[in-house]
């Protein structure tokens, strides 16, 4: 793991971006101690199922009935 104070790393920021781009972890320390760290990002993947899911049960309820009702109609009535 690289460190670079903070005035190094404002100088460098788009070199230690493309160093971090390769996979290069880098911690940004100020006077000697570590403040930061800049490490490449990566798409939780679990968030994004869930949110898929969210969104799929979400517009299935717009539609969906029951017994003649709409769930939002239910919800709208405060009767969930």
Do not use: H, W
Not at 2 to 29: C, F, H, P, W
Not at 43 to 63: G, K, M, P, Q
């Amino acid at each position: 793991m690289t460190r670079v104070g903070v005035l190094d790393a404002k100088n460098r920021l788009s070199a230690l971006l493309d160093e971090v781009e390769q996979g290069e972890r880098i911690v940004i320390t100020r006077r000697g101690a570590p403040v930061a760290r800049l490490v490449p990002f990566r798409i939780d993947r679990s968030s994004v199922r869930a949110r898929t899911a969210a969104d799929r049960i979400l517009r299935r309820s717009r539609t969906m009935r029951l017994d003649g009702l709409r769930i939002a109609d239910l919800i709208d009535e405060g009767r969930s």
